[in-house]
């Protein structure tokens, strides 16, 4: 088996088992509209982020993260609490040749709750430390 392939198994298990604790899943577009990237990340973005032009679209932006996807989808439903999940590659340059690649899957999960914000975060790192306790 193939390092991809056993990421993506442990993605899709993740995935499952955040959909198990009551996620919605996200869909996004890979090509993300520039103009709401750097309006939420600044122009330091469009350094770390592939960009082109798309001539109905104007100018496009791969993935960087699931963060404006996830958020827009909350923001649309508007479900209070909301729970979310997303899998996917994102994409980010890299200034130098390291361990992390350019082109990589993300896998997460987001739990909003105004009401609670604490009980909220304690949930995540309550979920996140069982899926990640060693067998």
Known sequence: MTAKVAIRLEAETLF?????????????????PAETLLDL???DIRARAYVTADPLRGEMMLRPDFTLPVVQAHMAHGADPARYCYMGEVFRKQDTTGPRASEYLQVGFELFDRA???????QVFALFARLLAPL
Do not use: C, S
């Open 16 to 32: 499952a088992a955040f959909r198990a604790a009551g996620a919605q899943p996200v869909e996004a577009d890979i090509l993300q």
């Open 116 to 122: 609670a914000p604490e009980a909220a975060d304690a």
């Open 41 to 43: 990340y600044g122009e």
